[in-house]
């Protein structure tokens, strides 16, 4: 995986292109490309990449040209993988096109030049791209289906920059960081707004589209969605269909010049992935990865959501496929650390305010990434499948509201505070949390599809689907991206891949839920991959911590925070609500969250120049 910045101006005078600044910006992405670094300028644009080495790494180099007489046509500056580039190569010499490179990198290129922007409806795999095409003097910035990789965008320099991460544009000097009431709101309100990039003035190129930049201004364009068709095979053959789809999506996104490997909780979506895994491996046995706390599987305490440890379901699913695997175990002290904190906001550009749950997956792919380059993941199968519980709740179905955030308000104990809770209350009210989720929520219920002769719960499944795959699959695919690509390890989401997701999305809810149970429609197609324990084990999230000294630690350090006479590192955290919180619940995992997130706050605005327009 890579990491792309640039800029691009149609008023500048020519042979002055600010090329210090797109290298500085470029700077910003060694973590996602530690292998190498190149600029490509013109008098209207400048083009940054940093490589992540992974097909064909002895050559690829970019940004990558097409050249004629002399003069250059095209130029990319490209992250991602297309899974489908062999394909594409071999259709494209049919054309009469010519490659000097095995790198898929090198096929984009080709693509657009035969098929110009429609070129992105070819491409089966997760991407951000910016092309330049000198012909026109247009500048296109192009993003995959899903949303698997990040590029954001701003107006700068005299023009438009983009970057993959806000970090790049931030890097600018005519760029500031500022956050505005809505962006506060965006960021507090764990809805995922497409295009909302939190920073004032910056945007995030939407999941599906593609951003036109000429002389004439910016243009948005949709080039896929999903969409609402009759479903028309039976429950056998949509078991089969599915069963295909999954396999050739692993068989395909196992390709690579790199070490790779995948990662293993023990559930029925990693298990899966790593059983179709296997079959790709040749280079010996299948490196795979589990998570776990010092203690947890002999401390483990059930809850709501977690009815069993994954530990023993990891070992379980190793053995049974023959992997090279290894856990990493991390100690509570490492997850309530400073300066893996610091590093996830770093990563992440934001204070997500996920705790444990972040540090201990930039940790997990720390770990990894000494071993292997590229692993797989589960990610996306649980939206698509309906594999949370609260698919399954009838309150939660029937709650006009997100439906994560329904589930959390049903699922948290009377009494325990929200996780804003430590903010100031005349900001709090003036943010109107509330009805700002209520105002997404609606607009996000609007542009889901609905299917003529569909029943109320056909239709409420399918908006709840909807719903779970635009707003909820961004987030997660954005948290995975950002903090494995922190350490230069990239990660791939078969669930994800737009040709299973397209199918699986108009099959029926009653298919879906054949025997009763959540993900029946995904265990009847691998049941024969798995061990029947794991087959039917039950939906477990990523675990947390549950070492009492997590919270305890992080309890002593914000109060040693509030009793620091600087208020500027305090900034949004307001000290005598947060006294109040902490001193009215005695349980630290009562507060847990809200302390989280008001020490994620602190660290953002003490690493970022941030200023507040509230």
Same mark, same amino acid.
């Given at each position: 995986?890579?990491?792309?910045?640039?800029?691009?101006?149609?008023?500048?005078?020519?042979?002055?292109?600010?090329?210090?600044?797109?290298?500085?910006?470029?700077?910003?992405?060694?973590?996602?490309?530690?292998?190498?670094?190149?600029?490509?300028?013109?008098?209207?644009?400048?083009?940054?990449?940093?490589? !992540?080495?992974?097909?064909?790494?002895?050559?690829?180099?970019?940004?990558?040209?097409?050249?004629?007489?002399?003069?250059?046509?095209?130029?990319?500056?490209?992250?991602?993988?297309?899974?489908?580039?062999?394909?594409?190569?071999?259709?494209?010499?049919?054309?009469?096109?010519?490659?000097?490179?095995?790198?898929?990198?090198?096929?984009?290129?080709?693509?657009?030049?035969?098929?110009?922007?429609?070129?992105? &409806?070819?491409?089966?795999?997760?991407?951000?791209?910016?092309?330049?095409?000198?012909?026109?003097?247009?500048?296109?910035?192009?993003?995959?289906?899903?949303?698997?990789?990040?590029?954001?965008?701003?107006?700068? /320099?005299?023009?438009?920059?983009?970057?993959?991460?806000?970090?790049?544009?931030?890097?600018?000097?005519?760029?500031?960081?500022?956050?505005?009431?809505?962006?506060?709101?965006?960021?507090?309100? +764990?809805?995922?707004?497409? /295009?909302?990039?939190?920073?004032?003035?910056?945007?995030?190129?939407?999941?599906?589209?593609?951003?036109?930049?000429?002389?004439?201004?910016?243009?948005?364009?949709?080039?896929?969605?999903?969409?609402?068709?009759?479903?028309?095979?039976? +429950?056998? &053959?949509?078991?089969?269909?599915?069963?295909?789809?999954?396999?050739?999506?692993?068989?395909?996104?196992?390709?690579?010049?790199?070490?790779?490997?995948?990662?293993?909780?023990?559930?029925?979506?990693?298990?899966?992935?790593?059983?179709?895994?296997?079959?790709?491996?040749?280079?010996?046995?299948?490196?795979?990865?589990?998570?776990?706390?010092?203690?947890?599987? *002999?401390?483990?305490?059930?809850?709501?959501?977690?009815?069993?440890?994954?530990?023993?379901?990891?070992?379980?699913?190793?053995?049974?496929?023959?992997?090279?695997?290894?856990?990493?175990?991390?100690?509570?002290?490492?997850?309530?650390?400073?300066?893996?904190?610091?590093?996830?906001?770093?990563?992440?550009?934001?204070?997500?305010?996920?705790?444990? /749950?972040?540090?201990?997956?930039?940790?997990?792919?720390?770990?990894?990434?000494?071993?292997?380059?590229?692993?797989?993941?589960?990610?996306?199968?649980?939206?698509?499948?309906?594999? $949370?519980?609260?698919?399954?709740?009838?309150?939660?179905?029937?709650?006009?509201?997100?439906?994560?955030?329904?589930?959390?308000?049903?699922? &948290?104990?009377?009494?325990?505070?929200?996780?804003?809770? !430590?903010?100031?209350? /005349?900001?709090?009210?003036? !943010?109107?949390?509330?009805? $700002?989720?209520?105002?997404?929520?609606?607009?996000?219920?609007?542009?889901?599809?609905?299917?003529?002769?569909?029943?109320?719960?056909?239709?409420?499944?399918?908006?709840?689907?909807?719903?779970?795959?635009?707003?909820?699959?961004?987030?997660?695919?954005?948290?995975?991206?950002?903090?494995?690509?922190?350490?230069? !390890?990239?990660?791939?989401?078969?669930?994800?891949?737009? *040709?299973?997701?397209?199918?699986?999305?108009?099959?029926?809810?009653?298919?879906?839920?054949?025997?009763?149970?959540?993900?029946?429609?995904?265990?009847?197609?691998? *049941?024969?991959?798995?061990?029947?324990?794991?087959?039917?084990?039950?939906?477990?999230?990523?675990?947390?911590?549950?070492?009492?000294?997590?919270?305890?630690?992080?309890?002593?350090?914000?109060?040693?925070?509030?009793?620091?006479?600087?208020?500027?590192?305090?900034?949004?955290?307001?000290?005598?609500?947060?006294?109040?919180?902490?001193?009215?619940?005695?349980?630290?995992?009562?507060?847990?969250?809200?302390?989280?997130?008001?020490?994620?706050?602190?660290?953002?605005?003490?690493? $970022?120049?941030? *200023?507040?327009?509230?």
């Amino acid at each position: 995986m890579c990491g792309i910045t640039g800029w691009t101006s149609y008023d500048r005078v020519p042979g002055t292109p600010p090329v210090e600044a797109v290298a500085a910006m470029t700077r910003t992405m060694a973590c996602r490309g530690p292998d190498d670094a190149g600029l490509w300028s013109a008098p209207h644009a400048v083009l940054g990449h940093r490589r !992540l080495a992974v097909i064909d790494p002895d050559a690829g180099q970019q940004p990558i040209t097409v050249e004629e007489n002399g003069r250059t046509l095209l130029a990319l500056t490209y992250s991602g993988e297309v899974y489908n580039h062999r394909q594409l190569r071999t259709k494209l010499r049919g054309r009469g096109h010519h490659f000097r490179t095995r790198s898929d990198t090198e096929v984009v290129l080709r693509a657009y030049l035969e098929w110009g922007p429609s070129f992105a &409806t070819r491409l089966d795999g997760m991407y951000a791209l910016a092309l330049w095409d000198a012909r026109t003097r247009e500048l296109l910035l192009v993003r995959d289906r899903l949303g698997i990789k990040p590029l954001y965008y701003c107006r700068g /320099g005299g023009g438009l920059l983009f970057a993959s991460e806000p970090k790049g544009l931030l890097a600018h000097p005519d760029v500031e960081a500022v956050v505005d009431q809505d962006g506060l709101r965006e960021l507090l309100g +764990l809805t995922k707004t497409p /295009g909302h990039a939190v920073y004032a003035g910056m945007h995030e190129v939407r999941p599906g589209h593609l951003i036109r930049v000429r002389d004439s201004g910016v243009r948005e364009e949709r080039y896929w969605a999903l969409e609402a068709v009759e479903h028309t095979d039976d +429950l056998p &053959t949509t078991v089969a269909r599915v069963r295909s789809l999954l396999s050739d999506a692993v068989e395909r996104q196992t390709v690579a010049d790199v070490p790779w490997g995948t990662l293993l909780s023990g559930g029925l979506d990693s298990s899966v992935v790593t059983a179709l895994a296997v079959r790709s491996s040749t280079a010996g046995p299948l490196h795979s990865f589990h998570v776990t706390f010092e203690g947890h599987d *002999r401390d483990f305490r059930p809850d709501h959501e977690r009815a069993d440890a994954d530990v023993p379901f990891a070992r379980l699913m190793a053995d049974h496929c023959g992997t090279e695997h290894q856990e990493i175990v991390l100690p509570a002290g490492a997850l309530s650390a400073d300066a893996h904190l610091d590093a996830v906001v770093r990563a992440r550009d934001l204070p997500m305010g996920l705790g444990d /749950g972040d540090a201990s997956l930039y940790l997990l792919f720390r770990a990894i990434r000494r071993q292997v380059t590229v692993v797989l993941s589960g990610e996306g199968s649980d939206e698509l499948f309906g594999g $949370y519980w609260w698919f399954h709740d009838p309150q939660v179905v029937a709650a006009e509201w997100f439906p994560w955030l329904a589930a959390l308000r049903v699922a &948290t104990p009377p009494g325990v505070p929200p996780r804003e809770a !430590l903010l100031d209350p /005349g900001l709090l009210k003036q !943010l109107d949390l509330d009805t $700002y989720r209520r105002d997404r929520y609606s607009d996000a219920v609007r542009e889901a599809p609905r299917l003529a002769g569909e029943g109320p719960q056909e239709r409420r499944m399918r908006e709840m689907v909807h719903l779970h795959l635009t707003r909820s699959v961004p987030f997660l695919l954005d948290r995975k991206d950002r903090l494995s690509m922190a350490v230069g !390890l990239e990660l791939r989401v078969p669930f994800c891949d737009h *040709r299973l997701v397209e199918y699986v999305f108009n099959v029926p809810w009653s298919m879906k839920t054949s025997d009763g149970r959540e993900k029946s429609l995904l265990r009847s197609a691998v *049941r024969h991959l798995l061990p029947d324990t794991v087959a039917d084990r039950v939906k477990s999230p990523y675990p947390l911590v549950q070492d009492p000294a997590y919270a305890e630690e992080n309890r002593r350090k914000l109060t040693a925070l509030l009793d620091r006479t600087d208020p500027a590192p305090r900034a949004l955290i307001d000290p005598a609500a947060a006294r109040l919180v902490l001193e009215s619940h005695g349980n630290p995992e009562a507060t847990r969250r809200a302390v989280e997130l008001a020490l994620s706050l602190h660290s953002w605005l003490r690493q $970022y120049p941030v *200023r507040l327009d509230l």
